[in-house]
Nanobody, 121 residues
Framework: QVQLVESGGGLVQPGGSLRLSCAAS????????MGWYRQAPGKERELVAR???????NYADSVKDRFTISRDNAKNTVYLQMNSLKPEDTAVYYC???????????????WGKGTLVTVSS
């Protein structure tokens, strides 16, 4: 059993910053890519940013130059630093991770339950 627990969401004014964290725990042998997705009310879930185990990253065009994804492999944790936040960034943010649960298992994508980010004055 694996748990991904997000933290760091909340209410912030436009132009402000937040840092999200997501820690994976439980039956973990190896973690490949980790990422952040978001889902705004009435919209589909969309990719925000992804980071591989080697540190390669990719971002949605809408967040490039404002958001930074990083990870601490020793802590099985992924972060999302969000700067210059806009009202359109308001959404529930979900983390995921491609996890190998035991030595000979295939990788499986696990998801957190989400954390709400609200950007409003």
């Amino acid at each position: 059993q694996v748990q991904l627990v997000e933290s760091g969401g909340g209410l912030v004014q436009p132009g402000g910053s937040l840092r999200l964290s997501c820690a994976a725990s439980g039956s973990i042998f190896s973690i490949n890519a980790m990422g952040w997705y978001r889902q705004a009310p009435g919209k589909e879930r969309e990719l925000v940013a992804r980071i591989t185990s080697a540190g390669s990253t990719n971002y949605a065009d809408s967040v490039k130059d404002r958001f930074t994804i990083s990870r601490d492999n020793a802590k099985n944790t992924v972060y999302l630093q969000m700067n210059s936040l806009k009202p359109e960034d308001t959404a529930v943010y979900y983390c995921n991770a491609d996890i190998q649960h035991s030595r000979y298992a295939v990788y499986r994508r696990d998801w957190g339950k989400g954390t709400l980010v609200t950007v409003s004055s």
